[in-house]
Each structure stands twice: as structure tokens, then as C-alpha cells.
């Protein structure tokens, strides 16, 4: 399946599921970790638990949230509208791979769970590449995705890796996950990260790695997430 279709079967997907995430909050693991910033992007900021959480937190004065699915994007600006900062919040439909943002402009770059849904390293490279474009110098980068090592994920990385024998192509960590929604079947796809790997593709865009780790969810031992900090080095005349 191509890219691009892809994309449009997780954008029918998650305008679906839109209602559902308004109830999603941050994830203080991860929000203890993003800095005081002016402009910040929320790249996949889905409903905006992010950037509306940084609004009313008085971590940054404007977030720029981008995602692909439109009805997303309608549920972020009604829970800024809720939380009286829709002032500061501007929600743009864009693809990550072609961010329609001006260079050097803004202090952070937020990308939690969404690189993930892109399934091969140039596509991963790509989007990374226009987000530390629109950095300025000394410029943050949060990215967060799945982990390969997620035991509920097992068979599916083991039946990867089996068939990848029998056809080079494939890559490992790719999987698919079915949804019924009423009536209706939809399809999710995802690439689980091996370790080090988002490090590998992070500083393959000029980024400086400036913190790694996993993160860990029901598991007392096992990161189910990466989590990547990286910031942008200043060029010098």
C-alpha cells in the first residue's frame, strides 16, 4: 500500500474517532519534560491535549497544532474555545512531510505519537527534516513513538520478522491494527521503534541528541515508548 494511501485511511480513522479523544488529557510523564517556550508546534496534535495543556499551564504563548485529520483539528479548537485560549491556539490540516510553516520560527517542536504513523525511514527522515526547518537555532524537539519491545505487539513483530525472510521488503516493526467502529472497519498502521533507532534518525537531520529514554506505561520493566530530545544547532558564519 502506498504512503499516501495510508494517510488517508488514518485520516478516515481518526476524524472517527475525534469524540473519543477529546477525553484524553497529557501524559504527565511526558509533560514534565517540555520546557517554557513562545512558539510552540504540536505536530499530530489530534485534539489538542498538548497544546491546550500548554496554553492553560503558561508554558507558551502560541501553539501551531497540525494535523491531517480535519475533525481533529475542529475538536482542538473547541476545547481551546472551552479553556478560553483559542486566542493563541491556530490549528492548520497539513501533512507532516510538507509542513506549510515558515523556517526558523519556532522555540519548540512537539511530535508525541506521531512519527509512528509513518511506516519507512525516508518518510520518518522527511517529516523530522521540515520540523527542524521551522526550529530556531537552539530549538527543541520532543518526539515520542512506540516501542517494538511492547509485549501485546509480540506475535505480530515475530510474524515480521518471519516473513521478511521470504520477502526482503518488508520492514520490520510494521504492523496493522483492525478497528470496528458500529458498522464500519478501519485500519490503523504503525511503525514500532527498535531502540536507538529514533536517536539514529534524529541525528540524521542535524539535530543534537539531547536526552533519550523509554517510557513506561502498564509495563514495571519494559518501555512500551521512546521518547527523543533533541535541539538545533546554531550555524555560525
Known amino acids: 500500500m502506498s504512503r499516501w494511501k495510508i494517510k488517508s485511511e488514518l485520516t478516515k480513522v481518526f476524524d472517527k474517532l475525534s469524540k473519543t479523544y477529546l477525553r484524553r488529557r497529557p501524559w504527565f ?3 514534565k519534560y517540555i520546557p517554557k517556550a513562545d512558539i510552540v508546534l504540536d505536530v499530530g496534535c489530534g485534539t489538542g491535549q498538548y497544546s491546550v495543556s500548554l496554553l492553560t499551564s503558561g508554558k507558551c504563548v ?26 493563541y491556539l491556530y490549528v492548520i490540516q497539513a501533512d507532516m512531510e510538507n509542513l506549510p510553516i515558515r523556517s526558523n520560527s519556532v522555540d519548540l517542536v512537539l511530535a508525541i505519537a506521531s512519527l509512528h504513523h509513518l511506516l519507512d525511514r525516508s518518510s520518518q527522515i522527511e517529516a523530522l527534516k521540515e520540523m527542524s526547518r ?3 537555532c537552539k530549538g527543541i524537539l520532543i518526539a515520542t ?12 513483530v515475530l510474524k515480521n520478522i518471519i516473513m521478511k525472510v521470504f520477502k526482503p521488503y518488508i520492514i520490520v516493526g510494521n504492523i496493522t491494527l483492525q478497528l470496528r467502529l458500529g458498522d464500519e ?8 521503534f527498535k531502540p536507538r533507532e529514533l536517536i539514529g534518525i534524529v541525528k540524521s537531520v542535524g539535530l543534537k541528541v ?3 529514554g523509554g517510557l513506561k506505561v502498564k509495563s514495571k520493566v519494559i518501555p512500551e515508548n521512546w521518547i527523543v530530545i533533541g535541539e ?4 555560525h558564519s
Open 29 to 31: 510523564k511526558i509533560f
Open 232 to 235: 538545533k544547532i546554531c550555524e
Open 134 to 136: 521551522c526550529m530556531r
Open 62 to 87: 502560541e501553539v501551531m497544532g497540525v494535523d491531517l485529520s480535519f475533525e481533529m483539528l475542529k475538536a482542538c479548537k473547541a476545547r481551546a474555545v472551552r479553556d478560553k485560549v483559542d486566542t
Open 185 to 192: 472497519t478501519f485500519y490503523r498502521y504503525y511503525h514500532l
Open 210 to 212: 539531547i536526552y533519550s
Open 145 to 156: 513513538v512506540w516501542s517494538i519491545l511492547q509485549l501485546r505487539f509480540a506475535t505480530k
